[in-house]
């Protein structure tokens, strides 16, 4: 969640808590200092207005870290697919049978 989005709802609360009971907070600090968050996080959950109950929830799960990303998978990457071509003199590749299947192949497509 962007930062801009747990000031707005810690700004939120902080006016719903002054209205209702009188109680100023740090709207900064809250955003900055989780331990002071969770503080008054658990003071707007001693009050009955529900709109202060449901500013404390919404500020909790702003502040709750972010889930880590899915791991990639595992698998290697596919290798680059290779087509035969012309063996002999002119593509540099021996033309006999007993080679290797590689190295009688080369990579169709070149930079120009």
């Not at 209205?19 to 503080?39: C, H, I, L």
């Not at 702003?62 to 593509?91: E, I, K, M």
């Amino acid at each position: 969640m962007l930062e801009s989005e747990k000031f707005a709802i810690a700004a939120h609360l902080h006016v719903t808590l002054r209205r209702t009971n009188g109680r100023v907070t740090d709207v900064e600090w809250m955003v900055k200092s989780p331990e002071y968050a969770r503080e008054v996080i658990r003071v707007a959950r001693t009050e009955t207005h529900p709109d202060v109950l449901r500013l404390a929830d919404k500020l909790e799960a702003a502040l709750q870290p972010a889930a880590p990303p899915p791991r990639a998978s595992t698998t290697p990457l596919a290798r680059p697919q290779f087509v035969a071509t012309q063996t002999g003199a002119d593509s540099g590749f021996p033309a006999t049978g007993d080679e290797p299947t590689a190295a009688r192949q080369r990579y169709v497509g070149t930079l120009r």
